[in-house]
């Protein structure tokens, strides 16, 4: 089934100033999901769960959070954080006349769907929260990101060079993931060093009694094997959360060659917080 798809863009205000965020919307309707992509990468890459889901009738929008994708990228660390990517996600929600949506995202789009589901309750109607980053990730991610940053700040022509090689690429003649690759390092090396400094040395994600609040229908799709995204904090999440649904991936990878599991289980997830049935507690699905 083939959907509209339509690229659109708003304003937020910060004590940075004016920023501009992009967003695409797939299909049309009332029955609105708003996807979120992970750290530094684009929102391109919620296209394939995007479009499966706008051809089941829900009307899907993929946000680049400031600092991403064709977003603005300012490179002042004060403007980043995952407060501030909730707020941006409201703010999306109230520039699309929606008043509710089911929010979710991968990694920092995750952390940053859970955000959202503190700071304005009233505007989720569920949650789909892949590969969460919360207590048993800290040490894996600051390992993993600190130097980059590091890097990005003290080297910055390791960054820009990467940028320069990513932009002579054409997207057209690499397969999908490759380009969502090429798009992840197509950052100037200032604005990734503002960008990690703000998630790093901000609130990762709400607190435990913060989660523990969340009334929001909840998916939670852990991947075993990944240190940065550990199952362990999936399984810690729905522990916590009132009405939730446990989906244990076969790896990372599962979602992004071999979607058709995973895809479905959103979708029907989504469908279901519209038409109000409830997800049964700790309902566990594993790996068929």
Known sequence: M???????????????????????????????????????????MQQPLARAMAAQGLHVVTLDLLG???????????VYSMTAFGEQVVALLDHLGAEQAVIGGTSLGANVSLEVAVIAPERVKGLIVE????????????????????????????????????????????????????????????????????????????????????????????????????????DMLAAELSHVRIERASSILEWRFR???????????AQDCWHDTPAPRAARSRKR
Request: net charge neutral; aromatic share 8%.
């Open 2 to 44: 083939l959907v509209s798809e339509r690229i659109g863009q708003f304003f937020v205000e910060s004590d940075g100033g004016r920023d501009r965020l992009e967003y695409t919307e797939y299909g049309s309707g009332d029955q609105w999901v708003v996807l979120l992509h992970g750290l530094l990468m684009p929102r391109r």
């Open 68 to 78: 991403h994708g064709r977003s603005d990228q300012p490179a002042d660390p004060l």
């Open 131 to 234: 590969m969460p980053v919360l207590n048993n990730a800290l040490v894996a991610g600051i390992l993993a990101f600190v130097p980059v940053m590091l890097a990005a700040r003290y080297l910055p022509f390791t960054a820009n060079s990467l940028q320069k090689l990513a932009r002579s690429v054409p997207r057209g003649v690499v397969p999908f993931w490759a380009g969502i690759g090429l798009d992840t390092v197509d950052h100037r090396a200032d604005s990734i060093a503002a960008v990690l400094h703000g998630v790093i040395f901000g609130r990762i994600a709400p607190s435990s009694r913060l989660r523990r609040q969340i009334q929001a229908p909840a998916l939670v799709v852990g991947h075993p094997i990944d240190p940065i995204h550990p199952f362990v904090d999936a």
């Open 259 to 269: 979607p058709e599991r995973l895809t479905a289980a959103a979708t029907d997830f």
